[in-house]
């Protein structure tokens, strides 16, 4: 950050001012004697500075980690940069029955974390989606058209960004929502814009993930009582709450998260709902929208009200543990914090090790605190 300040010509005192904040508290920052915490205050940075957040956020992990062997994302990489719904690779396609049945083996190997099976089969999966949809007819094309959408917007882009390949993930939501738009279907655009919003850091205000409320509205006239389309606006919901946290708008955040709530009620936990809209995936969302809001005590107590079980996703499970140890760590639990990171890492070591918010934190634990559970940690992370 103190590179960017200096490139940009500006002062500390300059710079603070733009953001509503203190000389000695960017000082602070600049020289790691307290973190960024809030998505909202690494937006407002990287607007004062003129950069990406991602700048601010650092480059990805580096694929030198050990559990990065088992990945070969060149093919995956290949499809999506020379490939698309309306230029076909060309290759013979399965029955989309068949391809169906895929797309819920990537859905269980994405729920365990098993990224090294993603990898393996999305690139067939996608490319023969691609054939049907080029040269299938009706019903099949329009079949393969949703099972692109969720193949590409939801699977492929969030196991992309789990493994801080961040362009890709939003190339690949970039197809999903292509395949959306040559469906039509309002819910169906309003899934892939989903996938859009979250490809990228949302502390980079990305501008899917700001239409997120006008998008939200307009799928609302259409769920009727389709529960696909429920839950589609409930995660649409969600994305308009962090999309006000990172304008710094908590009491519209509250808000759309309690509009989410109410919509997940009726609905329960269903363990094949879309992003797995439901009460506790609520309740993680809400921990998430506390934590940025600077209320630790009360991101715990959303924690502590979340059913694990009831999330049929490690990352989710993982998700959680991470917005804990966020949660810890403003409390000065730093043994706390570290707990959970480790529990988080268990169960999906890639989603850790790329997070950038989780990688901010590791690097201010380590000045505190040495411990070996810590340094494992870091080391494992590229980070020592």
Partial sequence: MRAARRARGSSID?????????????????????????????????????????????????????????????????????SAPDDPPDVPARPVEDLRTMLEEVDAAFRRAEYATMTRLLPDLIGELYVHVATGSEPARSEALKLLILACGSEASCMLRHLGEVNLAYLSGERGQQAADLLGDPVWRGAA????????????????????????????????????????????????????????????AADQAAEAARLAEPL??????????????????????AVEAGRPGEALTHAGNVNPRAL????????????????????????????????????????VHSHPLVRELVLDLLERDGGRDLRGLAWRMNLI
């Avoid at 879309?274 to 809400?286: M, S, T």
Wanted: with cysteine; aromatic share 4%; proline share 5%.
């Fill in 14 to 82: 300059a710079i603070a001012g733009l953001v509503g904040r203190s000389k000695g508290w960017l000082s602070k920052i600049e020289n790691g004697k307290i973190r960024l915490e809030k998505r909202s205050d690494i937006a407002a940075l990287a607007e004062a500075l003129e950069v990406s957040a991602d700048h601010l956020l650092g480059a990805p992990a580096p694929g030198i980690r050990p559990e990065r062997r088992g990945y070969n994302l060149m093919p995956l990489q290949r499809l999506l940069m020379d």
């Fill in 193 to 252: 814009a989903y996938g859009r919003a979250h490809a990228r850091s949302s502390a980079s205000k990305p501008k899917p993930l700001m239409m997120a409320p006008r998008i939200a509205d307009d799928v609302e006239a259409h769920i009727g009582d389709d529960p696909f389309a429920h839950q589609v606006h409930g995660m649409l919901r969600l994305s308009s709450a962090l999309a006000c946290v990172v304008q710094g708008d908590h009491d519209g």
């Fill in 268 to 289: 329960g936990d269903a363990s094949d709902a879309f992003e797995l809209f439901g009460v506790a995936n609520v309740g993680v969302w809400r921990t998430t929208l």
């Fill in 312 to 351: 049929a996703s490690d990352n989710r499970r993982a998700a959680l543990l991470m917005e804990k140890a966020r949660a810890h760590a403003m409390l000065d639990r730093n043994i706390d914090a570290v707990r959970e990171l480790r529990k988080a890492e268990r169960l999906s070591p890639a989603q």
